[in-house]
């Protein structure tokens, strides 16, 4: 393996690992997904607008990045659009973040609860 992966073979694989967290660097395209995860069916995007304040242009916009790296499938049926996630996984995906951050916010909350527990500090 070189001493820079970046400049190896391997680039093309890290550049679409690092585009999919792009894809999910948006609370928007969070939401959508968690949406989309929940059902075992394909999801319209009148559902996907009517769980989310998400303007119609810009769900557009949030979807087609997230059909572009893969994330989710979109199909149209006459005149609505349905979509579902395109792997499984991606769902045990969310899960796992959603675990991480649970666990991230909980040792930060046990990190205020010391400091909360110092003594004060005198005030001259």
Known sequence: MPDNVLDGPERP???IKANLFK???HPARIRVL???SMSDDPVPV???LGDTDIEPTVLSQH???LKRHHVVQGKRVGNAVYYQLAHPKVAELLRIARVFLTDTLAARRDQLDVV???PPIGTR
């Open 23 to 25: 894809a999910l660097a």
């Open 63 to 65: 979807l087609a990045v």
């Open 34 to 36: 968690e949406i989309v």
């Open 116 to 118: 909360q527990s110092l």
């Open 13 to 15: 694989l890290y550049e």
């Open 46 to 48: 009148s559902a996907i």
